[in-house]
């Protein structure tokens, strides 16, 4: 790559070191990271209207001729106010108004023909521009970017720092695109982009720089998930001889439901054809993955495998473990736990006991993709709330896992072109069906003057028997969102019958568990926590959750914590506290109020945040994307991905001289992500 791109943002006129650090919070502290700043919308210029076929309230471009321009007036608080008179080719006459610039009379001149950017408004029942922008008809700008911008950087100082870096590229600019490729795809040159995605003179040639970087954004984001899964399907692996879930469902209390039975015979199916199984379960919430999981481990196990299941929370890996237990080892299975909070002697021993094969089943956090936790025969790693894990970590799992079974489980429904992306080339089964009996949860949004009303609903629950949860997104401190701490003591002055327990995410491990495992045991009523209870835990006779500043989370994680509840048989409830009247949150609030199906969350989720942020919030731990918007991009996507194949196909390691760019790309992509 040319060395402009790598140089540091400092190196520009007008950055100093000051700037320099806003940049970088910005995201750009290299002129290439810079000339990959997009902007985020754009001001039309390059349209002009009428004065009578503008809207109201809403920035448009008009070109006007100055007709006189007004002297000073002062208010009486000292405010310089002018006004210019102007009138559009059809002869419609309007004024703009000009507060504190006294360099308008030496910029605007009468007689003149300007194109003025502003939004048009009605005071006094006449339309006026206050303070619009202008440029002289022959050098107005097209399209004008607008950047994501920071406190002490503007978009304006950003545009002309951009301009300065547009003005520097070499004459010969490798492309990572080849031209092949471009040709094949119909996609405009790097140069071409970058000079039109900053300033472009028209929408259209704005949209072709557009599709050629998302395209090449997505393609980058597929060949690095693709060479994430180093997945090898010529790999040998462990075959299942026996199937043998019929005896594991006779194990459990209940009866499958159609849809675990099917999900768990494909997984079977995979593990018996020799080949390893790359497998995505899709279940909404409470759809009883964890059954499906359990079968698996079991078939394994019985056909001399060794399993492991991986949970992103130490709170979730030992409820798996005491589930798994429970109902495996009857069977003869042994399972064993191991988490951060196991001790030292105990994990010495559960090591050695997984390398001499006396374990069959390890249930476990991350911690289980240390180097030095290793099996004697693991043949199957499935991980839960997949779309928890960092993108580090599944690098991490691709390699332990390499050559074995792998089965991933997800409660984040999403699209299913969405799970093509994420996902890749996985398998994917999908359970459709909830546990007979299950009632939707009734679910309310209130303002806090009904907080009062809301506990005593609690405590009703309580007193009938039941359990609750209240969330508050912080731990102490916060004048303005719920803290756990003071949340509880608060609680338990209200309602001093009640007996409430905190948890949160600054417990240490054991203690966390020891909270989590007195509310499953019913020795307390309330639990009052931060989000850590947001994945799989599983408490059926919990029926109401209470979420405290529910405009603070995303639709998908709001579904994900309703989940808490509903888990038996009993009528459950949400409810939504939240003080926020934007419109944004009311529609949020109402999808949830409205529906239990996590696959419509979902879809409404990606709607109403933008595909951008849907995509790279922490729901499924990977990068933001800067420019492909996932709904409109669909058919981009589908190319992207099957390019990444056919180039990975050819050069699995992007080592071939045409691929240079894009391997620098997909490392600088990885590396700039954080794991969590
Ligand atoms: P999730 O898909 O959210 O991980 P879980 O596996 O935690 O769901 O299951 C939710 C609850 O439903 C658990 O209490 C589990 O015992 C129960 N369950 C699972 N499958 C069935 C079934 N077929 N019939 C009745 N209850 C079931
Ligand atoms: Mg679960």
Redo the contacts with the bound molecule.
């Keep these: 790559m040319p060395s402009l791109f790598a140089k540091p943002i400092s190196e520009l006129k007008g950055v100093g070191s000051k700037r320099a650090e806003l940049f970088k919070k910005l995201g750009a502290p290299t002129v290439g990271a810079l000339l990959r700043l997009y902007p985020r919308a754009y001001e039309d210029w390059s349209r002009p209207v009428h004065f009578d076929a503008a809207p109201l309230d809403t920035p448009c471009a008009v070109r006007a001729q100055v007709l006189q321009v007004g002297g000073p007036v002062f208010s009486k608080s000292g405010v310089m106010l002018l006004r210019v008179r102007v009138c559009d080719e059809t002869g419609a006459a309007m004024s703009f108004v000009f507060f504190n610039n006294p360099y308008i009379p030496n910029l605007l001149h009468a007689g003149q023909m300007y194109l003025f950017y502003g939004k048009i408004t009605v005071k006094d029942g006449r339309r006026q521009m206050v303070s619009p922008e202008f440029a002289e008809a022959d050098h107005a700008p097209g399209m004008r970017p607008i950047y994501p911008q920071t406190k002490g950087l503007s978009s304006r100082l950003i545009e002309k720092a951009v301009a300065q870096a547009l003005r520097l590229l070499p004459d010969v600019l490798r492309d990572p695109l080849a031209q092949t490729l471009r040709q094949q795809y119909a996609l405009c040159e790097l140069r071409y982009a970058l000079e039109n995605i900053h300033r472009p003179p028209n929408e259209e040639s704005m949209q072709v720089a557009r599709r050629r970087l998302a395209f090449e954004e997505l393609l980058v984001l597929q060949l690095g998930m693709l060479t994430l899964k180093g997945r090898n399907r010529e790999e040998s692996a462990f075959r299942v001889e026996q199937d043998c879930t019929d005896a594991f469902w006779a194990l ?6 159609a849809a ?1 039975r099917r999900a768990a015979a494909e997984a079977v199916a995979d593990m018996e054809s020799g080949v390893p199984m790359n497998r995505l379960i899709q ?11 359990a079968a698996c481990c079991f078939v394994a196990a019985k056909n001399g495998m060794q399993a492991a299941l991986m949970a992103p929370t130490d709170i979730l890996a030992h409820q798996h473990f005491e ?1 798994l237990s429970k109902m495996l080892a009857p069977a003869g299975v042994r399972v064993a736990l191991l988490t951060g909070a196991v001790k030292p002697k105990e994990k010495q021993a559960c090591k050695e006991a997984l390398l001499s094969g006396e374990i069959d089943v390890l249930v476990g956090t991350h911690a289980l993709l240390t180097p030095d936790v290793q099996f004697c025969r693991l043949g199957l790693v499935i991980t ?2 997949q779309h928890r894990f960092g993108v580090r970590q599944r690098a991490a799992l691709a390699e332990k896992a390499r050559g074995t079974h792998v089965l991933v ?1 997800s ?1 984040t429904p999403i699209p299913r072109t969405l799970a093509l992306m994420i996902y890749g080339d996985l398998d994917l089964s999908v ?1 459709d069906e909830l ?3 299950r009632k939707p949860v009734a679910t309310y949004c209130i303002d806090s003057a009904k907080r009062l009303r809301a506990l005593r609903f609690l405590q009703k629950h309580v007193h009938a028997g039941r359990q609750c949860y209240v969330i508050c997104p912080a731990i102490d401190g916060g004048e303005d969102k719920a803290s756990v701490l003071s949340y509880a003591q608060k609680l338990s002055r209200t309602l001093p019958d009640v007996r409430v327990a905190v948890l949160h995410g600054r417990m240490k491990p054991k203690e966390k568990d020891a909270v989590m495992e007195a509310f499953a045991n019913g020795k307390t009523d309330i639990l009052v926590s931060t989000t850590v209870v947001e994945v ?1 835990v ?1 408490v ?1 006779n919990a029926t109401v959750i209470l979420i405290e500043n529910a405009e603070r989370y995303g639709l998908s994680q709001l579904h994900q914590l309703r ?1 808490r509840v509903g ?2 048989k009993e009528e459950s409830y949400c409810i939504l506290l939240t003080d926020a009247q934007t419109e944004q949150t009311r529609a949020r609030m109402r999808i949830l109020c409205e529906t239990n199906d996590g696959f419509r969350v979902a879809e409404s989720d990606l709607k109403l945040r933008g595909p951008g942020d849907f995509f790279g919030s922490r729901q499924h731990g990977l990068p933001a994307l800067k420019i492909a918007d996932l709904n409109d991009d669909m058919a981009v996507l589908r190319d992207a991905q099957a390019v990444a194949k056919a180039i990975l196909r050819e050069d699995p390691g992007l080592e071939a001289e045409a691929h240079r760019g894009l391997r620098a790309e997909v490392r600088q992509l990885f590396s700039s992500l954080q794991s969590d």
């Design positions: 459990l209390p209940f009866s499958p439901t675990q279940g909404d919430v409470g759809s009883g993955k964890t059954a499906v999981a589930t839960d709330e489980m409660a359970l546990p007979p009996g799989g599983d059926p989940g888990r038996g």
